[in-house]
C-alpha cells in the first residue's frame, strides 16, 4: 500500500472507484462538502464532514491532507467540483470529486467502504 499520493491527473472519479482507491491508499479522506442536515440524512460511512460553505473559514483543518489523497462528495457532484478546485489552487496534491455526488454512490450500489 501507498501512504502517500502522485500528482492526480483528472479530478473526477465515478463511485466504483473510491473502493479502488481506499485499497490502494493507506490514508485517505473522505469528504462531505453538503450541509449538516444532508450529513445527518445519509453519507459515507468514515467521511469527514466540512460543508462548502464552511470551506475558507476550516479549510486549515484539511492541511494534514495537503500531501495525500482526498475524495470529496455531495449531493450531485457540483459542489465537490467547486472544493475540489480550491483545494487543488490552494496546493493539494491529490484531490478527487465523485461524479455525481452521493445520488450516485446509491445507485451504483457500492458497498459503504470506509477509507
Given at each position: 500500500?501507498?501512504?502517500?499520493s502522485e500528482p492526480c491527473d483528472v479530478w473526477e472519479i465515478l463511485p466504483t472507484d473510491v473502493p479502488q482507491l481506499c485499497e490502494q491508499f493507506e490514508s485517505l479522506l473522505l469528504l462531505d462538502c453538503r450541509t449538516e442536515v444532508e450529513y445527518r440524512e445519509?453519507?459515507?460511512?468514515?467521511?469527514?464532514?466540512?460543508p462548502l460553505q464552511e470551506l475558507s473559514l476550516r479549510a486549515a483543518e484539511l492541511?494534514?491532507?495537503?500531501?495525500?489523497?482526498?475524495?470529496?462528495?455531495?449531493r450531485s457532484g457540483r459542489r465537490s467540483l467547486i472544493v475540489t478546485q480550491y483545494l487543488v489552487e490552494t496546493g493539494f496534491q491529490c484531490v478527487r470529486s465523485v461524479a455525481g455526488g452521493i445520488e450516485a454512490w446509491r445507485d451504483a450500489k457500492v458497498t459503504n467502504t470506509p477509507c
Open positions: 500500500m501507498q501512504s502517500q445519509d453519507h459515507i460511512e468514515g467521511a469527514m464532514l466540512l492541511d494534514p491532507w495537503k500531501e495525500r489523497v482526498v475524495v470529496v462528495y455531495c
